[in-house]
């Protein structure tokens, strides 16, 4: 049996074009869901999934803050070998091969999700429970868009996997619909 751990962590990323505007608590009946289930590429124009994103100071410059690409930027699967430096939250977006975890990854895997964190200020919910949110332009951090001004607690959900347990064994790893890279996380 292998082991997996889920976490979730609350974050009071602030608003940087807005300061004065502090983080607000969840309204009672707020709804909101992160990720696509049903993604399975990385389609940020120019960019490898296996490459390293650009400094984020650059994705203006690259037209890569669309909410679309931001939401792609929200998935993270980190390598874990507590011998080494830690890779950063979101380090990379996608699910790195069977072979690559078995000789780089002794601790197993960090799947990461962050979630949206700027709320239109009105909506508790929409009908694909994502309309009514945006990214701020860092993805973790930054300022939000127009018209989604009100800045709620930055939520990220991790599960750590134990991949470590099918060394050595046949096999790939892919998520349980499918998806052999991630993008559905």
């Known amino acids: 049996m292998t082991d997996w751990t889920c976490f979730s962590y609350y974050l009071l990323n602030g608003d940087d074009m ?3 505007n502090k983080v607000k608590a969840y309204p009672k009946g707020f709804r909101m869901i992160a990720g696509d289930s049903t993604r399975r590429n990385f389609s940020i ?3 490898d999934v296996k490459e390293p994103d650009p400094e984020k100071s650059l994705w203006a410059m690259l037209g890569q803050t669309k909410q679309s690409d931001l939401a792609q930027r929200a998935i993270g699967f980190n390598c874990l070998n507590y011998d080494k430096t830690p890779e950063g939250t ?20 960090r799947l990461e999700l962050f979630f949206p964190s700027c709320w239109n200020g ?20 930054g300022r939000c868009p127009s018209g989604f ?7 990220m959900f991790e599960t750590i996997w134990d991949t470590a347990y099918f060394k050595g064994k046949a096999g790939e790893f892919v998520m349980a619909n499918g998806d052999p890279i991630g993008m559905s996380f």
């Open 122 to 141: 009105k909506d508790l919910d929409s009908p694909n429970h994502k309309d009514h949110m945006a990214y701020p332009h860092l993805v973790m951090t």
């Open 18 to 20: 807005r300061p004065q």
């Open 90 to 109: 979101l380090y990379r977006h996608y699910l790195p091969d069977k072979g690559y975890l078995d000789e780089h990854c002794p601790q197993g895997v």
């Open 45 to 47: 124009a120019g960019l």
């Open 149 to 155: 001004e009100v800045k709620l607690p930055s939520l």
